[in-house]
Nanobody, 111 residues
């Protein structure tokens, strides 16, 4: 299975973006997640959702970001609101049961 992310872009602080990850095959019952990596920093966890739609978030995005999955379409989304400059990073989709990563989509938050 391959993962392709999209939806990144350049936005101003306070604005919103929705990222989408499309899997080339079935995501089954695997946990799916979003991670990000800012320049000069290690990749960090952002959000995760399991097959029962239970979601976890990092403290830095809790209340602002929402993760969702559509198993019929093999996609996950990340709705990002109230974006901050600290959210600037390359965002990666992750399929847990095969430890597969996408190529990433860039999010830049700047005035």
């Amino acid at each position: 299975v391959q993962l392709v992310e999209g939806g990144g872009g350049l936005v101003q602080p306070g604005e919103s973006l929705t990222l989408t990850c499309i899997a080339s095959g079935s995501i089954g019952t695997s946990d799916m997640g979003w991670y990000r990596q800012a320049p000069g920093k290690q990749r960090e966890f952002v959000a995760r959702i399991d097959s029962n739609l239970r979601a976890d978030y990092s403290e830095s995005v809790k209340g602002r970001f929402t993760i969702a999955r559509n198993d019929a379409q093999n996609t996950i989304n990340l709705n990002m609101n109230s974006l901050k400059p600290d959210d600037t990073a390359l965002y990666y989709c992750h399929l847990a049961y095969t430890d597969t990563w996408g190529q990433g989509t860039q999010v830049t938050v700047s005035s």
